[in-house]
């Protein structure tokens, strides 16, 4: 389970660099300090667009209806006044993340 956790940290910290998963699709990675208490998503191509909602602990809700699409993309915008972008830039903060992310499953499992 740890080598698998490392895995996915580096493979996402290499998209985050990148600012693009490996087949070209651009992506845009944030991180906040504010507390959501949610988890959100929202996904766009060029005739499609899906949004995802974490609900309570263990659920979740997607849906492509425009409307609710459109105001979940509303929600997001302004959150990421809040958030720093990591994906192609800053850096600094990207690493201390990364770090972060790696010493937070080395601890588990030397803990268990």
Known sequence: LK???LSMINQ???IAIAGAFPNGNKVNIYLSQVDFHFSYAY???DLSEYC?????SLHYLYTSDPRICNMHNDTINALMKYSTLISH???IYRVVYFREQRKM???MTINS
């Open 43 to 45: 996904c766009s191509a």
């Open 105 to 107: 499953v080395e601890d």
């Open 12 to 14: 996402i910290e290499q």
């Open 89 to 91: 830039s800053n850096e």
């Open 52 to 56: 995802f909602f974490k609900l309570y």
């Open 3 to 5: 080598k698998a956790m």
